[in-house]
């Protein structure tokens, strides 16, 4: 059976299987859609034509018996003697004894190896093929990881095949296989693990996106109709008067873009189905304001709001804020985080279970077993690519069946949203409130540092903050904390009359929480940081970020560093200061120097980097795809999504028979999402 844990297969066992699944890997099934990312060609090549080093298949009559022979203590070498045409080739294979039993005089065989034209032998890599069995022309190469060798792979893959190939259903429909002219199941895997040709292996594959990137819109389009059912949300009749008296009292007017958001929020609150809705707006779009509209809206009609944030200080900045905003209006608020004493948590979580508290702003404490609540119907996620699936769903299922806003300031390429963040709606703040004080972005050698340290003495003097960031990336942590380090001793005696500190990621995080607090009250003047500066943070009397080493951020992470600053009256600066070793490293720099808009960088760095490293960079939220691109591939993607919408619009719980195997697969993937963290 395909969905038989991999156990079922000779030869593996738990460990093994622990191993495999390292890698994804769990049931036979995941292991004949695990396909190779490349081929080895393996054909037979004439070897008058064969170059120096070059890897090449041999095929020949084994002439002689095969010899092992000792080299060392540990060390084994194994000969053997093809006769390919007229000549006779000495193939050698080091330290893989167990071969010998392969090969037998008298035997045709066919290896494939690295060539040595001069002395005429080869260097054996693999055997391909002996007496009974046909060489294959193409050997697939797949994603390993340090757990699992490429040859487990190899073998596994063969013998799940021949175990399980039969029961291998379609879940892709018919009628969109040959509308699209698509190979079915069988033929994927049979073309994309052993193909004859190149191009079997590149009808497979076409076909193989096209399949991924259905299941995957299928996905988001099932948990889309459950949350079109009334049954599955709640509908808030909020106080539209009341709203409109809170949006006066403001200090400014709201932007276009922040009405237009406000508008979309409001119809998905009244309406009864769930509303699952991204806010996306690039840092200082004003998204708090938008978010404490819609969460006092839910007060207004009676419901409770939670406003959940990655960090304490995120959280206790949310709840001054908008203690002041809510003063003049019937709202009681409350903050509870981890470092809320059991004291004053009694009376908070007997405030939340009654309904007397209105609105809870506060950290993950928010999810944790012991907070019920009477009646929460809206949930907002401040910085949401910060917390898993997990604590998002534990948060929902807590209330009755709460309304769901999620935030983020890291915009992504709108021609990807679909696929992003499919399963929600997006709604985007496209302008910045009137009137910021643009960011003046530099970007200097390491050489040319002293004019960088004339604006940080400038700006210190004017009794301004400096953040000065530097990367910590996870393959050196050790030489990057001693280069923070370093840098916290030289700024420290570079600016002897300020306070300057150091924050790095190993710290533990009630001491980074006390110390982004000094930095807060301006105790700090000078914060060093290797961790991206708590997401979020508000310090508008910071007006230069500095960033070292800047070629080694990203441009979506530079961008979020750079809105740090900016936040108050006065002009702010960025300075990055990098040596880039590429173009693409010059390219970011200039980049972030021409343009402060986020949709716009977001863009380039799908560009600079291409879609790989942003989807599956865990940091960006997006998923990851195993076959398909994107961005390459982003016509397939397009049409996969349109074909699963049509799909679910013309039987929303897919109930004909054909659709079984998807229906079945669907369901399989419901509870492996259940099963997350
Ligand atoms: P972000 O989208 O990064 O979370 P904030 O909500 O923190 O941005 O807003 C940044 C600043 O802009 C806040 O000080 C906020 O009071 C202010 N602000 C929000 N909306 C407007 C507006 N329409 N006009 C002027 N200032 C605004
Ligand atoms: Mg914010």
Same mark, same amino acid.
């Given at each position: 059976?395909?969905?038989?844990?991999?156990?079922?297969?000779?030869?593996?066992?738990?460990?093994?299987?622990?191993?495999?699944?390292?890698?994804?890997?769990?049931?036979?099934?995941?292991?004949?859609?695990?396909?190779?990312?490349?081929?080895?060609?393996?054909?037979?090549?004439?070897? @008058?034509?064969?170059?120096?080093?070059?890897?090449?298949?041999?095929?020949?009559?084994?002439?002689?018996?095969?010899?092992?022979?000792?080299?060392?203590?540990?060390?084994?070498?194994?000969? $053997?003697?093809?006769?390919?045409?007229?000549?006779?080739?000495?193939?050698?294979?080091?330290?893989?004894?167990?071969?010998?039993d392969k090969f037998e005089e008298g035997m045709a065989a066919a290896v494939y190896g690295k060539w040595d034209?001069?002395?005429?032998?080869?260097?054996?890599?693999?055997?391909?093929?002996?007496?009974?069995?046909?060489?294959?022309?193409?050997?697939?190469?797949?994603?390993?990881?340090?757990?699992?060798?490429?040859?487990?792979?190899?073998?596994?893959?063969?013998?799940?095949?021949?175990?399980?190939?039969?029961?291998?259903?379609?879940?892709?429909?018919?009628?969109?296989?040959?509308?699209?002219?698509?190979?079915?199941?069988?033929?994927?895997?049979?073309?994309?693990?052993?193909?004859?040709?190149?191009?079997?292996?590149?009808?497979?594959?076409?076909?193989?996106?096209?399949?991924?990137?259905?299941?995957?819109?299928?996905?988001?389009?099932?948990?889309?109709?459950?949350?079109?059912?009334?049954?599955?949300?709640?509908?808030?009749?909020?106080?539209?008067?009341?709203?409109?008296? !809170?949006?006066?009292?403001?200090?400014?007017?709201?932007?276009?873009?922040?009405?237009?958001?406000?508008?979309?929020?409001?119809?998905?609150?009244?309406?009864?189905?769930?509303?699952?809705?991204?806010?996306?707006?690039?840092?200082?779009?004003?998204?708090?304001?938008?978010?404490?509209?819609?969460?006092?809206?839910? *007060?207004?009609?009676?419901?409770?709001?939670?406003?959940?944030?990655?960090?304490?200080?995120?959280?206790?900045?949310?709840?001054?804020?908008?203690?002041?905003?809510?003063?003049?209006?019937?709202?009681? !608020?409350?903050?509870?985080?981890?470092?809320?004493?059991?004291?004053?948590?009694?009376?908070?979580?007997?405030?939340?279970?009654?309904?007397?508290?209105?609105?809870?702003?506060?950290?993950?404490?928010?999810?944790?077993?012991?907070?019920?609540?009477?009646?929460?119907?809206? $949930?907002?996620?401040?910085?949401?690519?910060?917390?898993?699936?997990?604590?998002?769903?534990?948060?929902?299922?807590?209330?009755?069946?709460?309304?769901?806003?999620?935030?983020?300031?890291?915009?992504?390429?709108?021609?990807?949203?679909?696929?992003?963040?499919?399963?929600?709606?997006?709604?985007?703040?496209?302008?910045?409130?009137?009137?910021?004080?643009?960011?003046?972005?530099?970007?200097?050698?390491?050489?040319?540092?002293?004019?960088?340290?004339?604006?940080?003495?400038?700006?210190?003097?004017?009794?301004?903050?400096?953040?000065?960031?530097?990367?910590?990336?996870?393959?050196?942590?050790?030489?990057?904390?001693?280069?923070?380090?370093?840098?916290?001793?030289?700024?420290?005696?570079?600016?002897?009359?300020?306070?300057?500190?150091?924050?790095?990621?190993?710290?533990?995080?009630?001491?980074?929480?006390?110390?982004m607090r000094a930095f807060s009250a301006n105790e700090v003047q000078l914060l060093v940081s290797t961790t991206?500066?708590?997401?979020? *943070?508000?310090?508008?009397?910071?007006?230069?970020?500095?960033?070292?080493?800047?070629?080694?951020?990203?441009?979506?992470?530079?961008?979020?560093?750079?809105?740090?600053?900016?936040?108050?009256? @006065?002009?702010?600066?960025?300075?990055?200061?990098?040596?880039?070793?590429?173009?693409?490293?010059?390219?970011?720099?200039?980049?972030?120097?021409?343009t402060t808009d986020g949709f716009k960088l977001a863009e380039k760095d799908l560009e600079l980097r291409g879609?790989?490293?942003?989807?599956?960079?865990?940091?960006?939220?997006?998923?990851?795809?195993?076959?398909?691109?994107?961005?390459?591939?982003?016509?397939?993607?397009?049409?996969?999504?349109?074909?699963?919408?049509?799909?679910?619009? @013309?039987?929303?719980?897919?109930?004909?028979?054909?659709?079984?195997?998807?229906?079945?697969?669907?369901?399989?993937?419901?509870?492996? $999402?259940?099963?997350?963290?």
């Amino acid at each position: 059976m395909l969905a038989d844990p991999l156990t079922a297969l000779p030869g593996v066992g738990p460990k093994r299987a622990e191993q495999l699944a390292t890698l994804g890997l769990e049931t036979i099934g995941d292991l004949l859609f695990y396909f190779p990312f490349r081929y080895d060609d393996l054909q037979v090549k004439d070897l @008058a034509e064969a170059a120096d080093q070059e890897k090449i298949t041999l095929k020949g009559v084994i002439v002689a018996p095969p010899i092992v022979t000792r080299v060392g203590a540990r060390k084994t070498r194994l000969n $053997v003697k093809l006769q390919v045409d007229h000549a006779v080739v000495l193939v050698t294979f080091f330290n893989q004894p167990w071969l010998k039993d392969k090969f037998e005089e008298g035997m045709a065989a066919a290896v494939y190896g690295k060539w040595d034209a001069k002395r005429h032998t080869m260097t054996g890599m693999k055997v391909l093929a002996t007496q009974t069995e046909a060489a294959p022309s193409l050997a697939g190469i797949y994603p390993t990881n340090k757990h699992v060798r490429q040859s487990t792979l190899v073998e596994l893959v063969q013998t799940a095949y021949a175990q399980a190939s039969a029961e291998i259903g379609n879940v892709v429909p018919q009628a969109l296989r040959q509308r699209f002219r698509l190979l079915s199941d069988a033929q994927i895997v049979h073309g994309m693990h052993f193909p004859d040709s190149l191009q079997e292996a590149q009808a497979a594959r076409r076909s193989a996106i096209f399949r991924e990137f259905f299941l995957f819109e299928c996905q988001i389009q099932s948990l889309r109709a459950d949350n079109q059912q009334a049954a599955n949300g709640l509908a808030i009749p909020y106080d539209n008067q009341a709203l409109r008296a !809170l949006i006066q009292t403001l200090p400014f007017a709201l932007t276009g873009a922040q009405k237009q958001v406000v508008n979309e929020i409001c119809a998905d609150l009244r309406a009864p189905r769930h509303m699952n809705r991204l806010l996306q707006g690039d840092v200082g779009s004003g998204k708090t304001v938008v978010a404490a509209i819609a969460m006092y809206a839910a *007060v207004t009609a009676r419901y409770q709001a939670a406003l959940m944030v990655p960090t304490e200080v995120l959280a206790e900045q949310h709840f001054a804020k908008l203690t002041k905003l809510f003063a003049e209006f019937p709202v009681k !608020l409350a903050l509870l985080t981890g470092s809320t004493t059991a004291k004053a948590r009694r009376p908070i979580l007997d405030g939340l279970r009654s309904g007397e508290i209105d609105l809870v702003i506060g950290t993950h404490a928010l999810i944790q077993t012991a907070v019920d609540y009477a009646n929460l119907g809206l $949930v907002v996620i401040d910085e949401q690519h910060r917390f898993g699936v997990n604590q998002r769903r534990i948060l929902q299922e807590k209330g009755l069946k709460p309304d769901l806003l999620a935030m983020t300031a890291t915009p992504i390429p709108r021609t990807l949203a679909i696929t992003a963040y499919g399963e929600m709606d997006v709604s985007s703040i496209t302008e910045l409130p009137a009137g910021r004080q643009p960011i003046t972005t530099t970007w200097v050698r390491k050489n040319q540092l002293r004019s960088a340290m004339t604006r940080v003495q400038q700006e210190l003097s004017a009794g301004h903050q400096v953040f000065a960031i530097t990367p910590l990336i996870a393959e050196s942590e050790k030489i990057d904390l001693q280069n923070a380090a370093q840098l916290f001793t030289d700024l420290s005696q570079a600016f002897p009359q300020w306070h300057v500190a150091l924050l790095h990621g190993q710290m533990k995080s009630d001491d980074k929480e006390a110390i982004m607090r000094a930095f807060s009250a301006n105790e700090v003047q000078l914060l060093v940081s290797t961790t991206v500066v708590e997401v979020g *943070v508000d310090v508008p009397n910071a007006t230069v970020m500095m960033i070292y080493d800047a070629d080694r951020f990203g441009l979506a992470q530079l961008h979020q560093l750079r809105g740090r600053v900016g936040r108050g009256q @006065a002009a702010a600066y960025c300075i990055l200061i990098a040596d880039p070793k590429n173009d693409t490293g010059v390219e970011r720099m200039e980049t972030m120097v021409a343009t402060t808009d986020g949709f716009k960088l977001a863009e380039k760095d799908l560009e600079l980097r291409g879609s790989g490293d942003i989807f599956g960079d865990k940091q960006s939220g997006l998923p990851a795809f195993k076959v398909g691109d994107p961005v390459a591939d982003f016509a397939t993607l397009t049409a996969a999504q349109q074909s699963a919408a049509a799909l679910f619009k @013309a039987d929303p719980t897919l109930n004909a028979a054909e659709y079984a195997p998807l229906r079945a697969y669907l369901a399989r993937m419901q509870r492996q $999402v259940g099963r997350l963290d």
